[in-house]
């Protein structure tokens, strides 16, 4: 196991990126997460930006403790953490806010501040990773 330590917890902000030539991407507003763990649990308060409700997400860390998965009614997902200050869910941002039109977008996760201005050359560092 590495020195580095990927730590989920705290306050994440989820920024969808698509392409704004895509005619069907829709700019979602910021998902606020807010991540407590306990052991290999991660539990996620959700929140949209300029919304009072939240709703609540629990998912459990992988063995590399890089990564976790969540596994919802007809999907499973899994958070992979680029570096300390992002995480990526691809295909998290899912089209039925679109009535089921187009393609569903990765989310980027920044730790709130700085690290928000480079949530898209983080996703498309990850792209050319993968």
């Known amino acids: 196991m590495s020195n580095t330590v990927w730590n989920f917890v705290g306050t994440w902000i989820g920024e ?6 895509d005619h069907h991407f829709k700019p979602s507003p910021a998902h606020i997460w807010e991540i407590q763990q306990w052991g290999n649990t991660v539990t996620i308060h959700s929140q949209w930006e300029g919304e009072e409700a939240y709703s609540q997400l629990s998912a459990s860390l992988l063995s590399d ?27 998290w941002d899912t089209n039925d806010i679109r009535d089921n039109i187009g393609p569903d977008y990765d989310v980027v996760f920044s730790r709130p501040g700085v690290a928000e201005l480079t949530a898209h050359a983080a996703w498309l560092k990850y792209k050319r990773s993968v």
């Open 65 to 91: 403790q890089k990564s976790f998965i969540y596994t919802g009614s007809t999907r499973t997902f899994v958070a992979k953490m680029l570096d300390t200050q992002h995480f990526i869910i691809p295909e």
């Open 16 to 21: 969808t990126q698509g392409s704004s030539k």
